[in-house]
């Protein structure tokens, strides 16, 4: 009966063949840069005409980049891509509001494209290895593996299938409203540093410093924390453990990255929520789902014990 129920349900492909799909993915990543040309233009022209930026804009990009950064490391990442801790409802919506405010794209997209990451990591079928193209082309070493896997990969990779990769999302109605939601966040990652602007300065000009430095190149600055771990933590660094992708760790990115770029670490412990494993490794995300953790709004913390650790360092 069994055999009979199996041969029965319905194959769910990885990946959808749709040109309609593949052509909104082209556009969503010629709007982001498209918005980050504007915001380079917009801060340039307004420093040009006497209005540089100053610490109320220094402090807003800080702010909003945290904000959608922690979004997309501890949220879309850590949290509901790999499982690696639980939080209440109310964590789990801010957190995927937060992380939709970086314009990476919808949650469900988002985690269902870095499952697929995991699942073929540096080899056939990873949307954004530097060493091979999804069809199984190997790409040479130097330039051409670095560029593909920093931003160019994102113009036209295949589009993962939610229903197959993100199935647990799609059940979860709540997470799924707010998914559906996505550009209303993306446009209030946008008002949100302009009303700032707008509230601290007294000014028009004052809102339109914030939406450049808060909101557009902010946005940029979130992509290219991504795409640094998409391409440098695959390609420089030491490996720690011993892992079937060519992950790295590197420190240096560490601040940047809110800690994603314990990269190594992650290939290695996928389910853990905080990728610090050496007193010196510096993990902002980690630290701020150990405080959620300690204010009882987070549990069942992933980390990796000492002996899990060791075994897979001496594998190395
Ligand atoms: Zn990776
Ligand atoms: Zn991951």
Partial sequence: MSSIAESRRPVIA???????????????????????AAGILLAGG????????GLAELAIFLVFFTIAGLGISVGYHRMFT??????????RVALAIMGSMAMQGTLKFWVALHRR?????DAPGDPHSPYVLEDGTPLRA???GFWHSYMAWSFGHEVPNSAFYARDLMRDRLISRVNDLYFVWVAAGLALPALAGGWIHGSWIGALQ???WGGLIRIYAGHNMIWSITSLTHIFGRRDFATRDRSTNNGWLALFTLGESWHNNHHAFPTAAVLRFRWYQFDPSGLFVAALEKTGLA???????????DAKLKSN
């Fill in 299 to 309: 549990w069942d913390v992933g980390r990796p014990g000492k002996h899990a650790l």
């Fill in 210 to 212: 914030g939406l450049a």
């Fill in 14 to 36: 990885r990946t959808i063949e749709s040109p309609r799909m593949r052509r909104s993915q082209r556009r969503h990543a010629v709007a982001v840069v498209v918005l980050s």
């Fill in 117 to 121: 990451h995991h699942e073929h990591s």
């Fill in 46 to 53: 307004l420093a040009v005409a006497g209005r540089p930026p």
């Fill in 142 to 144: 130097g330039f051409a």
């Fill in 82 to 91: 790999h499982q690696s801790f639980k939080a209440k409802t109310p964590v």
